[in-house]
């Protein structure tokens, strides 16, 4: 019997296969774990508590559209504000900064994307709640506003990052034929360049999405944390709460198997399908996008 030669390249490949395999059953037992904590509220607390806008679980009082509310108020105006500074500093680094200033900016915007959470907090506490308190003569300023600013700035990195690699592989023949036919700097990199970097800018704005919706310590500490729906004008100026604030100030305050817990857990389940959601979608415009571009060549 010939003994089995094994070479290193296939050794490499079985065990990237293995990690590649791994990931995708991890998620799936998180997402069994999810359900089988989860689902048993959808029959032991009335709907009527569930979809109602009163969070107030002491009394029974179970209403998640606060919760859903306070996240996507939060999580939509942070997107507004790190989408214009994301992407123009992207095309900045990419179409317009001389290689000095892209040897600062770069380590700069890394640096932004290491900073831990809850130090943002603790410097939104310090810093950016008596400032808005003072400047727009609040009440209080731990507000949904404060909590927007600073999920932009745990975005921005990853908005940044993903647009600049997008940017960078368009080819340079399509910017050198838009200045030949007359285009100025700027309509060659409105005109041009982002279109042709749509797939991808799209993806780093999904992606950033998802970074500030499942983000929990620093939203925590600058909203107030009130469970109070944001049906009025000036929601964005009054304390919410979000969802993973819910979650991370509650979990160890309750009974395990108890409706209450049984809450959290579906809490959890929503936040993980409003993620795989962004994924997803983030991935099948990058796909469809490639695609077209694949057969526009061909």
Request: hydrophobic share 55%; aromatic share 8%.
């Amino acid at each position: 019997m010939k003994p089995i030669k094994v070479s290193g390249d296939s050794v490499i490949s079985g065990v990237i296969k293995i990690c590649g395999y791994s990931s995708i059953l991890f998620v799936t037992l998180i997402l069994l774990f999810l359900l089988r904590e989860g689902l048993p509220a959808l029959w032991n607390v009335p709907l009527s508590s569930l979809v109602s806008t009163i969070w107030y679980p002491i009394e029974g009082y179970f209403g998640l559209l606060p919760l859903i509310g306070g996240s996507l108020l939060v999580t939509i105006s942070a997107t507004l504000i790190a989408l214009p500074f994301g992407i123009g500093t992207a095309l900045y680094l990419s179409e317009m900064a001389p290689r000095w200033m892209k040897e600062v900016l770069k380590p700069v915007v890394e640096i932004l994307a290491g900073i831990p959470s809850v130090v943002l907090g603790f410097i939104g506490i310090l810093v950016l709640v008596p400032f808005l308190r003072t400047t727009f003569n609040l009440p209080t300023g731990l507000t949904a506003f404060a909590g927007a600013i600073l999920l932009a700035l745990i975005a921005i990195p990853t908005i940044v990052s993903i647009s600049e690699d997008a940017l960078n592989n368009v080819p340079p023949a399509y910017r050198q034929a838009a200045l030949a036919l007359g285009a100025t700097r700027w309509q060659t990199i409105w005109g041009v360049t982002l279109p042709a970097a749509k797939s991808g800018v799209l993806t780093a704005v999904m992606l950033g999405i998802g970074r500030a919706l499942g983000e929990t310590m620093a939203v925590m500490m600058v909203t107030g944390n009130a469970p109070v729906m944001p049906d009025k004008w000036n929601s964005l100026f009054l304390p919410v709460r979000t969802m993973t604030a819910t979650i991370a100030s509650e979990m160890g305050e309750v009974a395990n198997g108890s409706p209450y817990y049984q809450v959290l857990f579906l809490i959890g389940i929503l936040l993980f399908l409003l993620s795989l959601i962004i994924n997803v979608t983030a991935s099948s415009v990058s796909t469809r996008q490639r695609k077209r571009a694949e057969r526009i060549l061909s």
